[in-house]
């Protein structure tokens, strides 16, 4: 019995610390990935956002082209589509899978990334929920 009270003890620490948005961020778009449902880089992001496939679209603000951040906004707000902004370009090539891991599991060869559009969020999770609750505060 004490085992099963200890396991049930340590199940609920991980639930009550929640979820913040970019780890949730992070976690929708492994799962995108996983099921093809990601669009990376900006040709690919732009023809996702002209035919209406896109659910979202994330956007890295230390992006050094100007035209850039105002094509992908004016596509989203034109076409009604939730966007995030992320901080650095390198951070969301990691989480969009555009580099490879070394046999410690740290990141090599990074690819820098200013946008991405998560065409099939892939599966209901806990950090689907926490991204769609976002979005319907914001509205």
């Known amino acids: 019995m004490s085992e099963g009270e200890a396991a049930a003890a340590v199940t ?16 929708v778009l492994k799962k995108a990935l996983i099921h093809d449902g990601l669009a990376r880089g900006l040709h690919e992001s732009v023809k996702a956002l002209e035919r209406r496939q896109a659910h979202l679209c994330v956007l890295a603000t230390n992006c050094t082209e100007p035209a850039y951040l105002r094509l ?6 034109e076409h009604s589509i939730n966007l995030i902004k992320v901080a650095d370009q390198m951070e969301l090539g990691e989480w969009v899978g555009l580099c490879k891991y070394d046999d410690e599991g740290k990141p090599r060869n990074l690819v820098k990334c200013s946008c991405c559009v998560v065409k099939d969020y892939g599966e209901q999770s806990e950090a689907l929920n926490v991204l769609l609750e976002h979005f319907k505060s914001q509205n």
Not at 72 to 77: D, G, H, K, P, R
């Open 72 to 77: 992908i906004e004016a596509l989203c707000s």
């Open 12 to 27: 609920p620490v991980p639930e009550a610390g929640g979820m913040d948005m970019l780890t949730a961020l992070k976690d």
